[in-house]
Every structure is written in C-alpha cells, then in structure tokens.
C-alpha cells in the first residue's frame, strides 16, 4: 500500500505531462467563429461613418447580388496593410460595405484620404454593438453575404494579396 | 557590443552549471573532496556572471539599443526610464532571463551562507540548483536568446503591452520570481538529502529559512498583483481565477504546506516523507506555472509568447526534472525511516491537517484550471469561472482557517481534547455573538459564503492572538510573533473578502458634466471632462467631487490612450477611507454628450490587501527570530577567532 502511495505522483504526473504534450501539440484553434454563417444578418441600423459615404442599414444589404462587408477601424493597423487589397476587390466590380468600429468620423476620413476609399457605405459602430451582434470579435473582419442578406462566409483578420482568388470564388459561390 | 558581452557572460554561466554539477557529482560519487572545494567557488561565480548578464540587458533597455530584437519588440524610446527599466522583463525572453538570474544568485547563497548543512547534502544541493540551472541556460541559449540583434534596426520599438506600464507591474514579476525561484533551493535542498538519504531534522532545520524567504516574497508578489489587477483593469474585482493567477496560487499553497511541515520536521523530526514530497511539489508548481503561461496551451488575459516550441521545450524540462524528482522520492524514500510518532490530539496532527486542506485546495486549483484542457484532449471546449473555485475552494478554506485557529492552540506531541477545548471558549464566544450580530443585521443581504466567512474571520483574528496570552510579550520569541501576525493576516484578508463580496454596493449610470449621482451615501457631483497629455499616452479625464458629509475631494478618474501599441486603458480613481474604497471607472460616450461612469463603494476592502501585508511581515519576523539566533553565534564566533 506505502509502496503504491510512493509512486502515485510519479503516476499521477506523467498522466500531466501527456495532457500538456497533447494539448501542447493541438492544432490552435483560439478563432472567435461566428454562429451566424448560414443565418440572416441581424437588424441593424448605423449613422454614417464617413462624411463622404451614407449610412447602413442591414436591409441595404439584401439587394440580390453577394457584397462584402468589411469591418474597420482607423486605429487599426492591419485594415491599413489591408486597404490595397479591398480596392482590388472593388476593381473587381465587388460592392463592399464598411462598419468603423469605435471610432469618429474625422478619423475615418483620414484614414480613407490615406489608404483610398473601397466602400459604397460606411456605418459608425461607436460602441461595438452591431460588431458583437454579428459575432465579430476584433478588426478587421470581413463578410460575404449573399444576395438575400444572409451571411456566407467570414473571413477573420486582414485579407491578404493571396486570399482575393478565395474571396472572389465565395462572392460566387454566394450567388 | 553590450549585447555580445551579455551573451558571452550567459555562455560562461552555464558551462560554470555544467562544471559544478560534474564536480559535485564526481567528487561525492568517488569521496574525492578536492573535487568538492571547487564547487562552492563555481557556484558563486555562476551567481555573478547571471547578474552580469541581466545587468547588461538592463542597460540596453535603458538606452533603448534598438539593434537589439527583443529591445525594439518591447520597448520604444519615448518610453519613462521605469518602463524602460520594467520592460527588461515585461517579455518572454527577460523573464526568463530573470528567473535564471534568480536561481544563479540563489544558487551562489546557498553557496555561501548555509553552514547547518551536512557537508555531503550540501554539496548534493549545490549539485542539483547546478542541474536545474542547466535546462534553463539551455532554454535561453538555445531558443529565446535575449541578446539577438535585429538588422537593419528600426528607429523606434514597438513598445510595452500598456496594462504593464504600471510602477505596480514593474516589480510585481521580480518579487513572485524571487519566490519561485526561492522554492527552486527547497527543491534541490530535497533532492541532496534523498540523494544522500539524510532527511532529518537538521535537513529541515537548514531548509526552513529558504523556504520562509520564498514564501514571503511569494505571498508580496501575489498580493501586490491582486491590488494591480483590481485598480488597473477597472473591472472592480481582486482575483479573477484566471492562469496566470493560479499560477502563483498554486506554488503559495504547496509552499505554505511544505513551510508548515517543514517546521514540524525540524521541531519534532516527524512528516519526513511528506515534506520532502511537498518541497518537490512547491518547486513542480512553479514550473507548471511558468510553463502553462508560457506555452500558450491555456488563455489567459496576460500570458504572453504563444508559441508551441518553446512549449515542448519546458514540458521537457518539466518531464525531467519534475519526473527525475519524484522518480529519485519513490526509489529513496522506503529507505528513510519513519520520523516521531505522536498522538491524535496533538499540534502534529492540527498541522497534518492544514496540510491536507492546503493539499486539496491546490488540487481543485489544478484541475479547476486545466480541466479546458482535459475537455479539449477529447474535444470539447469549456471554460472554468470563478462560480466553480469559489463553490468548491470556499467551504474548504473556510475549514483551514478554523484549524488555523485551533492548530496553536494545542500542545506538540500530545493534548488533552477537553483542554484544548478550554482554550477554544473565547473564540467560540467570539463566533456566537458575531454569529447574532450579523444574523440580525445582514440576513438575507449576504450569501451564505460571506457570512459564514465574516463570522470566521472575527472569531480566527480573536483566536490567532491566543498564543499571546499571558505571555511576556517582550520575551515572547519573535518567532511566534511571526505566526502570531501571519494568522491574524488571514483573518484580515478574510474579512476583507466577506465584506468585499456581501456589502458591495455598485452603480453603473451615464452622466452629462454638471450632473450629481447618489449612492451608497456618496454625493458624486460630475464636474467636467478635459483631454490630458502624458509621457507617451494621451487620456479623457472626468473631475468629479465626492463627499460624504464632510468636505468634498477631487478625483480623476481616466481612460487612457496609447499610441504604441495603439491600446486604451482605463485608470480608476480609487479613494481610499478608513471604512472602505470608492471606485469609480470612466467609460465611453454614450450619446448626447453623457458619459458611462461605473462607481464601486467597497467596504473594508484594502483588509485584503493589508492582510497579505501581515501574512508577509509575519513570515519575515519568523525567519529573523529563527536565524538571528544563528547569525549573533555566528557572528560571535567570527570575533573570538579575530
């Protein structure tokens, strides 16, 4: 019994070690996803973010052809490394939509002087409320909805040069 | 060239490790004993080059060297002199300098001032600090080199995570480093008895002040990081149950078990297994720490360096040495024979006690925080909250400080119960009239946990000033003034907690300047609201003038920008009485020019803080009564032979 007792925290501990070396070794999944893909966008309706662009509603988006929307902020520093890839996607004849979270309009619109202009609309989402309604967790996100106003795909963190094909192909296949 | 110094200093540090544990272990293996008088001087010079090392870094922060890679990622030049300072260890690659720092200096201590020490143990100790010591200079050189240049340098750095630039923040971590790293000593001094199979009362004698330093500079770094998050993240709250905080519980409890056995086996030479046990434990704890911190595999609100391989690179270590351990604890062990006996009613079996309730506490801590990894093994995703430790740890808690207050009341070796229960009369008055007091005051205002807990708290304080009873006090050893003093420290904290959790009073309105708010008998008259530049931060401030029927006080709450990285951090105004704490927070703009404002009024809630103060200074005053006996000997001894 004594003996048994003698060794059960060596037991015990490399029982640890494999979970840690298991957990360790897990592909890391710490992505916030949002339960909406598939669902309709909830309601909403924001002020204008830009004084150069109107303001958005959730039903401006269900216009029957897939668009974007982008979800930005002027202090956020990948939107800015970002921004070269939405004005590609807008070449492409993509409609993007925006919502600037936390933010103020003269900021925006520096920002939108500094890194170009991408959006059809810009929504103000001063206090992140639509952000978490749509199960978005940081910026920049963005999502593709499809032509009934549904949410297709999202797309966490900045777009890269190499994810415009993919994002291309998902507008398509939102059609 | 600074930086290359820093590294070659490190490189010289570690081959010193190596050449330490090879002759510790050639010399005790074939009683050779010249091999053995070089270990002391490689211990101490091990000890120097570290400090060298770390003070290098320190100054390439300070002069924000930026062709240094891990300067330009945590620092930034317009940063204040402290943060630059602090920002040497605000990082994976600093801290872990730090710690290797810490066990180097705390290596050459050892090397130096133990005398009570069996010389074999000794140099077995010495030994195995050498082998610990070892993994981490591997871990640095190998795979975080703190010293590594960036090129071409960039002209600013990308500065320090600003919920770190706190002058709070900027010794908490080395004060919890000297802790863990302290129980690293305890660790090896374990290890050179079983090696050397004498663990006795002397062992436990020699081990005791190392551990009592280490758990007091524990118990500093963890009290002092409660009051940081509790006034920095404006959340209101003292502990969160989050990793990182559980990473320093864990090592306290497995420390404060081990300091109480410990005692027992150097007062009454019985507990030997056990204490042995529990310094492996101590030290284990602060690895799992470190390494679940470190690794990424748990989320934490302040973990940093997310990175698998320098994971799998302290669960090796962690697999060695911890295993090694406790592999050498069942292989040893059955060899060293049982200590004293003694009986059921006796201080041994009070302090058995309060092991066990430590021991399963800490046990809930650890499955409490790695159950989302036992759950994700097999593919399913939970978080564990505060609802869990505090249902599960509460009671238990609750159940240590009630055997905290018995336990010095009963006499070592052997007592009569119904004596026992005589001493006890006056707390148990105490506890019943408190019992009454509340019961017809605060029923159905406080949950079960909070009353129960005040009601301990005030009857534990009466108690843990027992052993003072018809004593001499001026003769009293400073020793029992030290437990004396931490025991009441834990009443202290408990009832901070209880009058924290059961009388609360929180606001949350939005708020126009000029307006007045009213709570908790506060008058909170919102002044104005104005933009304020810092050093390297700009911040919203509101004015606001609170009174409570006496003359109005200003005070600013803030919410701060930065620019580098770009992050916004809110600094609560906190006035402090001598009945509690006002708190108020700044939120954002709402609409229409109203501003969110959260108000806390806390009653008694600096107790909790203060206490882990007490605990401290009693854990100090223990470890001066215990050693200044041995240092006037000592130093007696060194005048007669001059």
């Known amino acids: 019994?004594?003996?048994?007792?003698?060794?059960?925290?060596?037991?015990?501990?490399?029982?640890?070690?494999?979970?840690?070396?298991?957990?360790?070794?897990?592909?890391?999944?710490?992505?916030?996803?949002?339960?909406?893909?598939?669902?309709?966008?909830?309601?909403?309706?924001?002020?204008?973010?830009?004084?150069?662009?109107?303001?958005?509603?959730?039903?401006?988006?269900?216009?029957?052809?897939?668009?974007?929307?982008?979800?930005?902020?002027?202090?956020?520093?990948?939107?800015?490394?970002?921004?070269?890839?939405?004005?590609?996607?807008?070449?492409?004849?993509?409609?993007?939509?925006?919502?600037?979270?936390?933010?103020?309009?003269?900021?925006?619109?520096?920002?939108?002087?500094?890194?170009?202009?991408?959006?059809?609309?810009?929504?103000?989402?001063?206090?992140?409320?639509?952000?978490?309604?749509?199960?978005?967790?940081?910026?920049?996100?963005?999502?593709?909805?499809?032509?009934?106003?549904?949410?297709?795909?999202?797309?966490?963190?900045?777009?890269?040069?190499d994810d415009v094909p993919m994002i291309l192909d998902r507008l398509r296949d939102a059609q | 060239?600074?930086?290359?110094?820093?590294?070659?200093?490190?490189?010289?540090?570690?081959?010193?490790?190596?050449?330490?544990?090879?002759?510790?272990?050639?010399?005790?293996?074939?009683?050779?004993?010249?091999?053995?008088?070089?270990?002391?001087?490689?211990?101490?010079?091990?000890?120097?080059?570290?400090?060298?090392?770390?003070?290098?870094?320190?100054?390439?922060?300070?002069?924000?060297?930026?062709?240094?890679?891990?300067v330009a990622t945590n620092s930034h030049s317009m940063k204040p002199w402290l943060y630059k300072f602090a920002g040497t260890w605000g990082n994976h690659e600093g801290s872990m300098l730090l710690w290797v720092t810490v066990m180097g200096v705390a290596g050459a201590a050892v090397a130096l001032f133990e005398r009570a020490l069996r010389r074999d143990t000794h140099m077995a100790t010495l030994g195995g600090q050498a082998a610990i010591s070892l993994g981490f200079y591997a871990f640095l050189l190998f795979s975080s080199n703190p010293f590594a240049r960036i090129d071409p340098p960039p002209p600013d750095g990308q500065g320090l995570n600003p919920l770190l630039q706190d002058p709070g923040l900027a010794f908490h971590p080395p004060t919890l480093y000297l802790g863990y790293v302290g129980l690293s000593v305890a660790f090896s001094f374990a290890i050179g008895a079983l090696l050397t199979r004498q663990v006795d009362a002397a062992f436990a004698r020699a081990m005791r002040p190392w551990v009592l330093a280490a758990w007091v500079l524990l118990t500093l770094g963890i009290t002092a990081g409660s009051y940081w998050a509790y006034y920095e993240l404006g959340w209101g709250g003292w502990w969160f149950w989050d990793p990182v905080e559980n990473a320093s519980l864990m090592p306290w409890l497995a420390a404060t078990a081990l300091l109480h056995s410990v005692t027992v086996l150097a007062t009454r030479d019985a507990l030997r297994a056990w204490t042995v046990m529990l310094a492996v434990i101590a030290f284990s704890m602060s690895m799992v720490g470190t390494f679940l911190v470190r690794s990424g595999i748990l989320t934490s609100v302040h973990a940093f360096a997310v990175d698998p391989s320098r994971g799998s690179f302290i669960l090796a270590l962690l697999a060695l040495y911890i295993g090694g351990a406790l592999a050498l604890f069942g292989w040893r062990i059955g060899s060293v024979r049982e200590g004293a006996p003694f009986e059921l009613v006796s201080r041994e079996t009070m302090l058995v006690v309060n092991n066990l309730l430590l021991s399963v506490i800490l046990g809930i801590v650890l499955i409490g925080t790695l159950y989302p990894l036992m759950t994700e093994a097999f593919g399913h995703k939970v978080s564990v909250g505060a609802p869990y430790f505090d249902r599960i740890a509460g009671p238990i808690a609750l159940t240590l400080m009630i055997a905290l207050a018995?336990?010095?009341?009963?006499?070592?070796?052997?007592?009569?119960?119904?004596?026992?229960?005589?001493?006890?009369?006056?707390?148990?008055?105490?506890?019943?009239?408190?019992?009454?007091?509340?019961?017809?005051?605060?029923?159905?205002?406080?949950?079960?946990?909070?009353?129960l807990g005040l009601v301990i708290a005030l009857s534990v304080g009466g108690a843990s000033m027992a052993p003072l009873w018809k004593r001499n006090l001026l003769r009293t050893p400073l020793f029992t003034w030290g437990m004396v003093i931490a025991h009441l420290g834990c009443a202290v904290s408990l009832a901070g907690m209880a009058c924290d959790s059961a009388f609360t009073v929180e606001k949350l309105v939005a708020a126009r300047p000029g307006d007045t708010i009213q709570t908790a008998g506060w008058t909170l008259r919102f002044v104005q609201i104005r933009p304020l530049a810092g050093d390297n931060w700009t911040a919203l401030q509101a004015d606001m003038q609170v009174d409570r029927g006496g003359t109005p006080v200003l005070i600013h709450p803030q919410s701060r920008f930065f620019s580098s990285p770009p992050t916004t951090t809110s600094e609560a105004a906190l006035l402090t009485r001598w009945n509690g704490q006002l708190y108020v927070v700044l939120g954002d703009e709402v609409e229409d020019g109203r501003w969110q404002l959260r108000i806390w009024w806390k009653p008694f809630v600096t107790l909790i803080w203060l206490g882990g103060v007490l605990i401290a200074l009693g854990g100090a005053l223990a470890l001066v009564g215990r050693e200044r006996r041995g240092w006037l000997l000592k130093w007696r001894a060194g005048r007669s032979e001059a």
């Not at chain 1, 492409?92 to 609309?121: C, H, Q, S, T």
């Not at chain 2, 006499?411 to 019961?439: H, N, T």
């Open chain 2, 406 to 451: 018995v336990g010095p009341l009963v006499r070592w070796r052997r007592d009569r119960a119904a004596a026992v229960g005589k001493r006890l009369l006056v707390p148990a008055i105490i506890a019943l009239l408190v019992s009454v007091l509340l019961f017809a005051f605060a029923w159905g205002r406080t949950g079960i946990l909070p009353f």
């Open chain 2, 1 to 70: 060239m600074i930086a290359e110094t820093g590294l070659a200093a490190l490189w010289l540090a570690a081959a010193l490790a190596l050449l330490q544990l090879v002759l510790a272990f050639a010399g005790l293996r074939g009683g050779k004993p010249e091999l053995l008088a070089a270990v002391r001087p490689a211990a101490v010079a091990q000890g120097v080059l570290t400090a060298i090392a770390f003070a290098l870094l320190i100054t390439l922060f300070l002069r924000s060297d930026m062709s240094v890679l891990l």
């Open chain 1, 1 to 161: 019994m004594r003996k048994l007792l003698i060794w059960l925290p060596l037991v015990l501990f490399l029982a640890f070690i494999g979970l840690f070396a298991s957990g360790l070794f897990q592909p890391d999944d710490r992505i916030i996803h949002s339960r909406l893909v598939g669902h309709p966008l909830p309601a909403f309706t924001l002020p204008a973010g830009a004084s150069d662009r109107s303001s958005l509603a959730s039903a401006q988006l269900a216009t029957g052809k897939p668009r974007l929307l982008n979800i930005f902020a002027s202090w956020c520093v990948p939107c800015a490394a970002e921004a070269p890839q939405l004005m590609a996607l807008k070449q492409a004849g993509v409609e993007i939509d925006a919502i600037a979270i936390r933010d103020a309009r003269l900021d925006v619109d520096g920002f939108l002087k500094r890194y170009g202009n991408p959006y059809a609309r810009i929504g103000l989402d001063a206090r992140s409320e639509v952000q978490m309604a749509l199960g978005s967790s940081g910026v920049p996100e963005t999502f593709v909805i499809d032509g009934k106003g549904r949410i297709a795909y999202q797309h966490i963190g900045d777009i890269r040069a």
